[in-house]
């Protein structure tokens, strides 16, 4: 499967954007998506994901309340909203997917696929 983040910009402290990752190649309806993100001088972290088998989705604690991951399975794409962004949330986001998980779901060994990366800029 082959996946392709967009939606990133420059928004306002307070402001919201949302992410799309569509998915080609394979229906994503079968996979986990994750999401990531990673600021320039840091690791790449755990955002938050969407499992497909049970539907449940978890996010980190700097994120949960104001970042909401949703499927389109008609569409192949998996949005992530972000509301009320930070500057702290200012980074390369990307999306991943996996079909089984073979690692714990926060981490990026646990996705076989990546997307390239949409920027996002928070200024203050």
């Known amino acids: 499967v082959q996946l392709q983040a967009s939606g990133g910009g420059l928004v306002q402290t307070g402001g919201s954007l949302r992410l799309s990752c569509a998915a080609s190649?394979?229906?994503?309806?079968?996979?986990?998506i994750g999401w990531f993100r990673q600021a320039p001088g840091k690791e790449r972290e755990f955002v938050g994901a969407?499992?497909?088998?049970?539907?449940?989705?978890v996010y980190a604690d700097s994120v949960k309340g104001r970042f909401t991951i949703s499927r389109d399975n008609a569409k192949n794409t998996v949005y992530l909203q972000m509301n009320n962004l930070k500057p702290d949330d200012m980074a390369i986001y990307y999306c991943?997917?996996?079909?089984?998980?073979?690692?714990?779901?926060?981490?990026?060994?646990?996705?076989?696929?990546w997307g390239q990366g949409t920027q996002v800029t928070v200024s203050s």
């Open positions: 991943a997917a996996t079909v089984q998980m073979l690692a714990p779901i926060t981490t990026r060994r646990g996705y076989n696929y």
């Open positions: 190649g394979r229906a994503i309806n079968r996979y986990t």
């Open positions: 969407n499992r497909w088998s049970t539907g449940d989705t």
